[in-house]
Nanobody, 124 residues
Framework: QVQLVESGGGLVQAGGSLRLSCATSGGTFSSYAMGWLRQAPGLEREFVASVSSLGFNTRYSDSVKGRFTISRDNAKNTVYLQMNSLKPEDTAVYYC?????????????????WGQGTQVTVSS
């Protein structure tokens, strides 16, 4: 069983930056593709970004492309999401999740393990 714990959320002004971290344990981290997903109030959970197991491939939603960067450190069993130029519409609970394959990681049903989430609030 893989455990995931997100951190780094908080309150930031529009245009600011935050870096989210997701520490994992209980599994072979380097065998999983990792994703960041988010859920805003009243909306469905959506895909944000994903990274392949060895970090060579990444994928982003159109809404964050060019502003967010996903990365991973397999030696530390941790995945990151660097968020720049934040907008109020980025306000959401951000979750990290693990999947057995990088293919179709925009599909939330693909993820087997989820963290509890961290709140990101962007004020205008």
């Amino acid at each position: 069983q893989v455990q995931l714990v997100e951190s780094g959320g908080g309150l930031v002004q529009a245009g600011g930056s935050l870096r989210l971290s997701c520490a994992t344990s209980g599994g072979t981290f380097s065998s999983y593709a990792m994703g960041w997903l988010r859920q805003a109030p009243g909306l469905e959970r959506e895909f944000v970004a994903s990274v392949s197991s060895l970090g060579f491939n990444t994928r982003y939603s159109d809404s964050v492309k060019g502003r967010f960067t996903i990365s991973r450190d397999n030696a530390k069993n941790t995945v990151y999401l660097q968020m720049n130029s934040l907008k109020p519409e980025d306000t959401a609970v951000y979750y990290c999740a693990a999947a057995n394959t990088f293919a179709r990681t925009w599909d939330l049903k693909l993820y087997d393990y989820w963290g509890q989430g961290t709140q990101v609030t962007v004020s205008s």
